[in-house]
Every structure is written in structure tokens, then in C-alpha cells.
């Protein structure tokens, strides 16, 4: 079945970088757009960015360009986010989700995976 | 950015009673073909958040007919016909039209 599940989480000093990796199966990972939103504990969501099939257009939430970077290797199914610089706003529940085509709509995220947690604190 | 916001932002409900919840969006989701960019998700508790409408009144696979979206330009609601105790959480709704950008959602618990 269709399965994505992130890891590389933990907790991490302030100023430090990160990255964080979401392995996919049960699909053709290379033919889907990825997304990365985030949670802080509690709250609510916000998405971070997204990537193209090929990697060749990436996207980012205005908030929090320059410090992430989205990538993937198709030949390894998975998905990748770099996190830099990071601050102690960037405590969160980080997923990964596919971008699904339905019938000429891409705007759903969709299967999610059950995230993993980045606690930033000295 | 483009603003939703959700109404109430708690909603206790009684199992077997319909319920209802609210989204609005900042600007105009509807698009030229007649297709409205805003979608619905369910987060259980401890869980992961799961799509449950796409283009505002289309049902995503494996959700029940018990749910139905409605709604066209900046107004959008979700209703469920006859609540049960599964559909405890908090639900969000989401337009893709911009930088994507999610409500603060509508935490349903039951009575």
C-alpha cells in the first residue's frame, strides 16, 4: 500500500542544520510532487514546500525561504529537507505527503506519513 | 497570503446528530471552469492529518458518504449527516490556489 514515513527528527541546538528524509513505497515515487508541512505540538498546520516529479521546480512558504531546501533522489524513493540555521521556532512534527493528480486537480496533499519530531532547544 | 478561517473553533456534537462547521477564505477559491481549490482534512487524535474533500465537494477515497462538502467562492462548509464516535478531531480546511495555506481548524469532540 501507499506508504510514506519520515525520520531524521530529534533534537538539535539552535543554529545547527538538519535533514530530514521521508522513504516512500507502494507507488511510483517518481512520478508525484511531494509536499513537506509542519506542526508545532498543539497547533495548528502549516505547509512548508513542495517538489516537482523530476525535482526541477520547488516551491517554499514565503516565511521560510532561504533556510529550507526541498530534494529528492527518485532512485532511492525518497524525499529530503534540509533544515538550516535552525531556530527555536522550528520545533515541530515535520511530514511528508504526496501530491496526488485527481482528474486534473494537484492541489490535494495526500498520505501523509506520521511525521517526525524537531525539538530545537539548547 | 490567502486567510481561511474557521468557525466554531470547538464543536461538541451528539453521536448520531448532524454537524457542521464553516471555512472562509480571503479571496476567491473558484476558478473559471467551475472547480472551487479548497480542501478538507481530518486529524484524529494522535494521528496524522487525512485528506477528506478535494475541490471543496469531492470526497477523497475511502470516506464515508456520511460527509459532504458544499460551498463555491470564498464560503465553504462541511457537514456530516449522522456524527459518530470515529469522527472525533480536528478538522482543517486548505486552499492550494496560492502558497497553500491552512485554516486553524474545528476541533469536534463528543458531548
Known amino acids: 500500500q501507499v506508504q510514506v514515513v519520515e525520520s531524521g527528527g530529534g533534537v538539535v541546538q539552535p543554529g545547527r542544520s538538519l535533514r530530514l528524509s521521508c522513504a516512500a513505497s507502494g507507488f511510483t515515487f517518481s512520478l508525484y510532487g511531494m509536499h513537506w508541512v509542519r506542526q508545532v505540538p498543539g497547533k495548528g498546520l502549516e505547509w512548508v514546500g513542495v517538489i516537482s516529479y523530476d525535482g526541477s521546480k520547488k516551491y517554499y512558504a514565503d516565511s521560510l525561504k532561504g533556510r529550507f531546501t526541498i530534494s529528492r533522489d527518485n532512485s532511492k524513493n525518497t524525499l529530503y529537507l534540509q533544515i538550516n540555521s535552525l531556530r527555536v521556532e522550528d520545533t515541530a512534527v515535520y511530514y511528508c505527503?504526496?501530491?496526488?493528480?485527481?482528474?486534473?486537480?494537484?492541489?490535494?496533499?495526500?498520505?501523509w506519513g506520521q511525521g517526525t519530531l524537531v525539538t530545537v532547544s539548547s | 497570503d490567502i486567510v481561511m478561517t474557521q468557525s466554531p473553533v470547538s464543536l461538541p456534537v451528539t453521536p448520531g446528530e448532524p454537524a457542521s462547521m464553516s471555512c472562509r477564505s480571503s479571496?476567491?477559491?473558484?476558478?473559471?471552469?467551475?472547480?472551487?481549490?479548497l480542501n478538507w482534512y481530518l486529524q484524529k487524535p494522535g494521528q496524522s492529518p487525512q485528506l477528506l474533500m478535494y475541490?471543496?465537494?469531492n470526497r477523497a477515497s475511502g470516506v464515508p458518504d456520511r460527509f459532504s462538502g458544499s460551498g463555491s467562492g470564498t464560503n465553504f462548509t462541511l457537514k456530516i449527516s449522522r456524527v459518530e464516535a470515529a469522527d472525533v478531531g480536528v478538522y482543517y480546511c486548505m486552499q492550494p490556489l496560492q502558497t497553500p495555506t491552512f485554516g486553524g481548524g474545528t476541533k469536534v469532540d463528543i458531548k
Open positions: 479571496q476567491s477559491l473558484l476558478q473559471s471552469n467551475g472547480d472551487n481549490y
Open positions: 475541490l471543496g465537494s
Open positions: 505527503a504526496i501530491a496526488p493528480n485527481y482528474s486534473g486537480y494537484d492541489g490535494a496533499i495526500d498520505y
